[in-house]
């Protein structure tokens, strides 16, 4: 096992969804979702995200586009316009999202994937 | 198999002003779809109606047109836009102008109406429909009086009625940003109103157009990859009969287009993603299939969808106060300290001026350290410089105006390397807020109508 970024594993969007914010994460493969099916929890998100999730995180299986859908809760500080945050839409999120380490079998990593 | 082109010019009131012009003299396209409304727009238009009755719609979408109208009319490329705003017959009628000016004759424009409910909405509530919010579930009753605009989104239907009428440009107000892409294609192809599976590729070939760039290599992760990003390209979407798709951009144009960049946009602002809510058709997302056909073309298929509700979305606006804010740029040495030492002052001396504000509405930020992930990435530790943003809310306008005149004074009264103090103190905007409700579909529809009329 190896520790990586996900950023080495997979890419992610963000926007907003009411007062909270929506993060799709996508893994690029097929192996590589499995992982991330299995390690990205909602829970291992949320503490993640501690510094600004205050409502709970729910997750949805997109197995087709190799891909998770989180929904962070009462992240924005409020609904889009009341929000006095500079990131009033979730916009940086998904870059975020992308920070969190992951351990992932050394064989599904390819050259220059090491985080 | 019959095949058309449909290409997004425009994501949103503000977009690249270049694109759709660009996007229509790029190569063939056959259909153009233009988004302005996010649901700020419509308050805004409503104010601006108030003021002049002959206002309320999107203007950028008319000097596009003034571009481009001999053009269009030429190569039968039709134009399908939300650009109505809150009033779509004042919008036709300055297209209508510009066709008199430039002598463009037989120019058709259709004109949906029905999704403004806003005068509406005290007989709706009497009549029963509560409208309860759909976070809160309070009921709309005791809100009314503050209500500005209250529309519901509204589907593809009427959409191609106009396009049945022979309209080149049909405007709308608030109909579904996906709508725009699957009116041509029902209007094209004859798909039934309970075909599912074929309404719900239409439907996701619209989200994925819906926000310009964004599936063409715009916000996409591996941004180092994409080549020409100045020079993006629009989408299209060359769809098919059988409702498999193609999404592709003119040649000659930035950006790229994978399954990567198709995939990220199809989870934008994504929620339950086998149950994708619209007027026409529920979409399921895990039932797509993405495959690379050449370069910056992917081909998808597979889409499968279900009926759609009896419901239909509302959203009202009302005015739920005032904000303000604004930012200081600070210098170190030691810039963290000095910064968190002015918004202190600032804080303090509101306090004693009898100016407090509750804790959720005050917000401190330092851009540069943590404003946006806080506990994300490691701070810096003596960042060389950070700016303070500052901002409160509150019904009170005028403590939210006192709060505008305090940061000012930090450029003597504070610590040094204080600067980027300009533009004057800022003022209180509007805090317009919205009322997610759902409402008896049947309620909307009945009052749809669609005109097209000739210049």
Not at chain 2, 60 to 83: C, H, M, T, Y
Request: proline share 5%.
């Amino acid at each position: 096992m190896a520790k990586v970024r996900l950023s080495e594993i997979a890419h992610a969007r963000s926007g907003d969804k009411g007062d909270g914010s929506n993060v799709g994460l996508i893994a690029n493969s097929r192996e590589l979702y499995e992982v991330i099916a299995r390690e990205v929890t909602p829970e291992r998100v949320k503490d993640h995200f501690r510094g600004f999730v205050h409502g709970e995180v729910d997750r949805y299986e997109v197995a087709n586009l190799h891909a998770l859908n989180f929904i962070l809760h009462d992240s924005l500080g409020g609904g889009g316009t009341e929000s006095l945050k500079t990131d009033a839409q979730g916009k940086t999120h998904g870059q975020g999202l992308l920070q969190m380490q992951i351990e992932v079998p050394e064989e599904l990593l390819g050259e220059g994937d090491r985080g | 198999m019959k095949t058309i082109r449909i290409g997004n010019g425009q994501g949103f009131w503000g977009d690249n002003v270049d694109a759709p012009v660009r996007l229509l003299r790029g190569g063939e396209v056959d259909y153009i779809g233009m988004d302005y409304l996010a649901e700020v727009t419509l308050s805004i238009m409503m104010r601006q109606k108030l003021k002049d009755p002959n206002k309320g719609y999107a203007t950028d979408f008319v000097d596009f047109i003034g571009q481009v109208l001999p053009e269009l009319k030429e190569r039968g490329v039709k134009v399908l836009s939300n650009a109505g705003g809150l009033n779509p017959h004042a919008c036709r009628e300055k297209i209508f102008e510009l066709a008199r000016e430039q002598g463009v004759e037989n120019l058709k424009v259709g004109v949906v109406e029905g999704d403004d409910l806003t005068d509406r909405l005290t007989e709706l509530v009497e009549a029963g429909h509560e409208m309860r919010n759909m976070d809160t579930d309070e009921p709309l009753a005791p809100l009314l009086e503050k209500v500005s605009s209250a529309n519901a989104y509204i589907g593809a239907a009427p959409v191609v009625e106009a396009l049945a009428q022979g309209a080149d440009i049909v405007l709308c107000g608030r109909v579904t940003d996906t709508a725009l892409a699957l009116a041509p294609m029902i209007h094209e192809f004859g798909w039934s109103a309970d075909d599912w599976d074929r309404l719900s590729a239409g439907t996701i070939a619209g989200h994925i157009l819906e926000c310009g760039p964004q599936c063409t290599g715009g916000n996409f992760t591996r941004w180092w990859e994409v080549p020409d990003l100045w020079n993006v390209g629009y989408p299209i979407v060359e769809a098919k009969e059988d409702g498999t798709f193609t999404v592709t951009k003119h040649e000659g144009t930035g950006g790229l287009v994978t399954v990567d960049t198709v995939s990220e946009q199809l989870l934008y602002e994504m929620g339950n993603p086998e149950e994708y809510l619209t007027p026409d058709v529920t979409a399921d997302f895990s039932s797509i299939q993405l495959e690379q056909d050449g370069p910056d073309r992917v081909h998808v298929s597979g889409i499968r969808g279900s009926k759609n509700t009896p419901f239909l979305k509302v959203s009202a606006s009302y005015l739920a106060g005032f904000k303000s804010s604004g930012t200081l740029t600070v210098t170190g040495p030691r810039a963290v300290d000095k910064a968190r030492l002015c918004a202190e002052i600032v804080w303090k001396r509101l306090e004693r001026a009898g100016v407090t504000f509750e804790p959720e509405h005050r917000e401190e930020e330092l851009v540069g350290v943590d404003a946006c992930l806080p506990g994300v990435f490691p701070a810096p530790s003596d960042p060389p410089e950070v700016v303070l943003r500052l901002g409160v809310r509150d019904r009170d306008y005028d403590k939210v105006m006192r709060f505008g005149k305090e940061l000012a004074p930090l450029v003597t009264a504070g610590p040094p390397g204080v600067t980027g103090f300009a533009g004057g103190r800022p003022k209180p905007q509007r805090v317009v807020a919205y009322w997610p409700a759902l409402l008896a579909r049947e309620e909307v529809e009945a009052h749809i109508s669609v005109s097209v009329e000739e210049v």
